[in-house]
């Protein structure tokens, strides 16, 4: 696993204290920045998401479009969601390409 790698854990773990100790803070998007960007980190999870990401993404921007039809979700809150689904999504996308077109 390596220490490194323990770390990462680690910091993921406190992104997920730091939201549930101070739940205000999960309307910041950069509280949601520093979480997602620790649980990337992982080496577990970037195994995990491999050729799922895009998939998680679709099912993402469902989840905010059904939460914001059922008024859970503010628009500008839904307008942020949806902007980074949709990065996301393309993100994979373009990465999913670059793996096609290696020789």
């Not at 920045?33 to 998939?55: C, N, P």
Request: proline content about 2%; aromatic content about 12%; glycine content about 12%.
């Amino acid at each position: 696993m390596g220490l490194r790698n323990l770390l990462r854990i680690k910091t993921l773990y406190d992104r997920i204290r730091e939201g549930i100790d101070h739940p205000e803070r999960r309307a910041d998007a950069g509280y949601w920045y520093r979480f997602f960007y620790a649980a990337f980190q992982v080496q577990e999870v970037q195994e995990m998401l491999t050729g799922y990401k895009t998939y998680i993404c679709a099912v993402g921007i469902g989840l905010v479009s059904a939460a914001s039809a059922l008024g859970y979700l503010d628009e500008a809150s839904k307008n942020a969601l949806l902007g980074l689904f949709g990065a996301g999504a393309i993100g994979a996308l373009a990465a999913k390409g670059n793996r096609a077109a290696k020789p």
